[in-house]
C-alpha cells in the first residue's frame, strides 16, 4: 500500500483542512505514516501569518531534494495558506522543481483530479483567485479522517472579512462563507455517536456566522442549537472577535451546558491609535466593556488573547498601554506575537516600521509580565478541584495522564485505576505552574 505523510504548520483551520486531504488521500487507497522518510507521497500543509512558518516550509522542500533525486517516484505536494498568495506557486515551483504538486486553500475536492495528473507524470498546480463576487462555496461531503482522540474539529464558516491591517489571511482564505446551519448541527451529532467527547466549531471570525446565509440565525443560535448534543460533553469555538462579541451570544454562553467558560479574544494591542491602525473595529474601552460583561455573566470563566507587538507607528506610550491593558484586564494567558510585515496587507507599507531590537525587548517584556499573571491566577487553583476531560496520556511524561478544564487549562495527573480518555473526572489541582498544573484525581 501506497504511505503519506502530511506535514502542517499553522492553525486548527490547517489542521482541519488536514484531515480532509487524509480523508480524500485515504480514499484513494494511501495509508498515513508518521515518518516522512517512508512515505510515498509528502504534503506540506503551509501557514503564512508571520514570516517564521514560511521560512520554515522552504527549508523542508529544499530538504526534499536529494530524495526526490533518489526516488524519482516520491510525491512532493504544497498546499495551504502561503501558495495563496501572489506569486507564490511560480516562486515555489522555480525554487523547488522537485514539487510535483500545488493546492490551494479552497480547491482541496479537486486533489484527486490534481494526483491523476501527476501520477500520468505531469506537474499539478491550482489555486483559486477568487471571484469576490461569486465566492469560493462551501464543499459539503468531503471525506474527513480526523485525528482519533476526545475532540473534534468542525468548520463553521471559511474565509475572513475583515481585513485587520496586519493580517494575510482575508487574501489566502477568501471571504466569509457559511455552512448551512443544519449540515453543522448534524455533523456535531454525528461525532457525538462516534464517541467525540468536545466539539471546537472553527472559523476565522465565529461570531460572523450566518451573516450570508437566508435563514436569519447566527452564532448565537447555533450555539443552543448544538448545545447538549448527546455524548458532547464540551462545545469550543475559535475565533471571536471582540468588536462584534454580542450580549446575545454572552446570554446564550452563560445560559448553555456545555459552551465552556473560556473566551479567547485577541486584542492585539492596548492604544487605540495602534487598533484604529490595525483596523480591528474597537477601542480599549469597548473591549474592556466586554470584559466585563462576560466576567459578569460567567463568573469563573477564563479570558486569553492575542497580542502584536511593534505593530508599524506603535511607540513606547502605545506600548505602555498595551502594558497596561495587560495588567488591568488579567488574561489567564496570551499568545504573544511580534509584527511581522506582510506582502501585499496595507500594514506592510505603513510608516514608521519599527526596528527589530525594539520588537524583541517589548515582547520580552510582554512575555515576561504575562507570565507573572498567568501564575499567579493559576495559583488560585491550588487545592481546588476542578472537571477535567481526560486527553490521553501527558506528552512530556507518560506515567501521568493529561486533560484540560473547561477553562482550557491543562492538568497533568497521575494513572489512575479506571480512568482513560474521555472520561470527565474531578481533580485536585496540587501544584499551579504557568503552563500546566499539576494534580490527583479524587473522584471519577
Ligand atoms: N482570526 C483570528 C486570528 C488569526 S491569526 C482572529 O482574528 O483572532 C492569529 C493571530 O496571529 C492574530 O490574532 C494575531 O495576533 C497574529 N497575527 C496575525 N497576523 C500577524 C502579523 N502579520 N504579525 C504578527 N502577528 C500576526
Ligand atoms: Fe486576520 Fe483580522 Fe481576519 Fe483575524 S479577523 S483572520 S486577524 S483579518
Ligand atoms: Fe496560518 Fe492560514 Fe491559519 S495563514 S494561521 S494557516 S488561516
Redesign the pocket.
Known amino acids: 500500500m501506497r504511505k503519506y505523510h502530511i506535514h502542517t504548520f499553522g ?1 486548527q483551520m490547517n489542521e482541519h483542512d488536514s484531515e480532509i486531504i487524509a480523508g480524500i488521500l485515504e480514499e484513494r487507497g494511501f495509508q498515513a505514516t508518521d515518518s516522512p522518510d517512508d512515505a510515498d507521497l509528502i504534503i506540506f500543509n503551509t501557514c503564512c ?2 514570516e517564521n512558518p514560511e521560512r520554515k516550509v522552504y527549508g523542508r522542500l529544499g530538504d526534499l531534494k536529494k530524495r526526490k533525486m533518489a526516488n524519482p517516484d516520491l510525491i512532493i505536494g504544497v498546499a495551504g495558506c502561503m501558495v495563496q498568495q501572489p506569486g507564490e506557486v511560480e516562486r515555489i515551483t522555480k525554487r523547488f522543481p522537485h514539487v510535483d504538486l500545488v493546492i490551494g486553500t479552497m480547491n482541496i475536492h479537486e486533489l484527486p483530479d490534481l494526483l491523476d495528473q501527476v501520477e500520468a507524470g505531469h506537474k499539478a498546480y491550482r489555486i483559486l483567485e477568487e471571484d469576490p463576487e461569486e465566492g469560493a462555496g462551501v464543499m459539503e461531503g468531503l471525506p474527513i479522517r480526523r485525528v482519533p482522540g476526545v475532540s473534534a474539529w468542525v468548520s463553521i464558516i471559511y474565509g ?1 472579512n ?1 481585513f ?1 491591517s ?4 482575508p487574501y489566502v482564505r477568501g471571504r466569509e462563507r457559511s455552512r448551512e446551519f443544519q449540515d453543522i448541527v448534524n455533523e456535531v451529532k454525528r461525532l457525538g455517536q462516534e464517541g467525540f467527547k468536545e466539539v471546537v466549531l472553527l ?3 465565529v461570531n460572523s456566522y450566518g451573516h450570508d446565509l437566508q435563514d436569519g440565525r447566527d452564532f448565537a443560535d447555533l450555539l443552543r442549537a448544538v448545545d447538549k448534543t448527546p455524548g458532547i460533553a464540551r462545545i469550543r469555538y ?4 471582540p468588536r462584534d462579541f454580542t450580549d446575545k451570544l454572552i446570554e446564550t454562553i452563560a445560559s448553555s451546558e456545555t459552551v465552556c467558560e473560556h473566551f ?1 479574544l ?1 486584542l ?1 494591542a492596548g492604544s487605540n491609535k495602534v487598533l484604529a491602525r490595525m483596523n480591528r473595529g474597537y477601542t480599549l474601552e469597548h473591549y474592556m466593556d466586554l470584559v466585563s460583561k462576560i466576567r459578569k455573566a460567567v463568573p469563573e470563566c477564563s479570558i486569553t488573547t ?3 507587538v511593534g505593530f508599524p507607528g506603535e511607540d513606547e506610550d502605545d506600548f505602555a498601554e498595551t502594558m497596561r491593558a495587560v495588567e488591568e484586564i488579567r488574561f489567564d494567558s496570551a ?1 504573544t ?6 506582502r501585499g ?1 496595507a ?1 506592510a507599507s505603513m510608516p514608521g516600521q519599527v526596528p527589530d531590537d525594539v520588537k524583541s525587548r517589548r515582547i520580552q517584556e510582554l512575555i515576561d509580565r504575562q507570565n507573572e499573571i498567568t501564575q499567579e491566577i493559576n495559583d488560585t487553583l491550588q487545592g481546588r478541584t476542578v472537571e477535567v476531560l481526560v486527553e490521553g496520556l501527558s506528552k512530556t511524561n507518560p506515567s501521568m495522564l493529561s486533560g484540560r478544564t473547561r477553562t482550557n487549562k491543562l492538568v497533568v495527573f497521575p494513572l489512575y485505576p479506571g480512568v482513560t480518555q474521555g472520561d470527565l473526572i474531578n481533580v485536585k489541582i496540587t501544584e499551579t505552574r504557568a503552563w500546566t498544573q499539576i494534580g490527583e484525581v479524587v473522584s471519577v
Not at 496586519?166 to 489571511?169: L, T
Not at 475559535?238 to 472577535?241: A, D, E, L, P, V
Open positions: 492553525c501569518v508571520r475572513c475583515n485587520c496586519y493580517c494575510i489571511v472559523g476565522q471570525n475559535m475565533t471571536s472577535h479567547h485577541p492585539q492575542d497580542l502584536i499568545f506575537f511580534v509584527y511581522s510585515p506582510r496587507t500594514a
